[in-house]
């Protein structure tokens, strides 16, 4: 058997059981995964979506966050509604954008930031990947003034260069930063999630978090272990309230 297909049928599974959950996409699985570890949702909470097109992790969200919850979901690709979320079309990099979301805010802070962002893919993995581990940059420099203390991030990125120094430049605003990879993305081996917990917005420095990435890959040494990527165990404890670690 080829790795390929195995590949292949892994993501057919996840496919078809999305299917079944009435979710959009096989990437809902990503976020159930995320929050099954962590439990970064809860009750009530605000949210932002980055990149929700076509609204599978807006609908998870909607569904970890209950009526009482907020769901601000953000594109360049309008979607088809999504009970219980506001979906804006735009560029998230986008000031009018940007400020669409404050205004739907409401002076209210966000309790929950997940990034599933990704962008056209030229196919030159170098570019795309950069292009990537920038665009995350930039959400978070737009979103983080936004998030409560002790509000969580999570993000994909494209593995390779910058992962390190970007999770160094996350450690000076959150407490808790991990590599994490869910079942439903293994060997999609092109993506990693970053998972930041206990945001401590006093500890925000005075540089943009892009121009202190950018300093520090200015700094580059190479090294890209991977050795902190933590596996995904299956099970679907949502809403759950206690610590992950
Ligand atoms: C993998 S898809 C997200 C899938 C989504 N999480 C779901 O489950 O339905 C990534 C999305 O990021 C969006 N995107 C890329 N660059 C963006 C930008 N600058 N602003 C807003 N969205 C962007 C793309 O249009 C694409 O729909």
Redesign the pocket.
Known sequence: MSNRWVNESRRDTWRRQAKEEGY??R??WKLRQIQDRYHLIRAGDVILD?????????QVAVELSGEEGEVIG????PCIPVEGAKLLV????DLAIQESVVKELAQRPLNVVVS????DITGNWSTDQAVSID?VAKVLDFSLPLLCAGGSFVTKVFQGTGIDELIGVLKEHFSKVRRFSPEASRNASSEVYIVCRNHQPWRTPNISLTKRWEESMSRLDGNESGEDVEPSTVGFRVLKRTEAD
């Open positions: 959009r996409t990437s809902a980055v990149g929700c097109y076509p609204g599978g992790w807006a953000v594109d360049l690709v735009g560029d998230i990099t599933d962002i990704s962008p665009l």
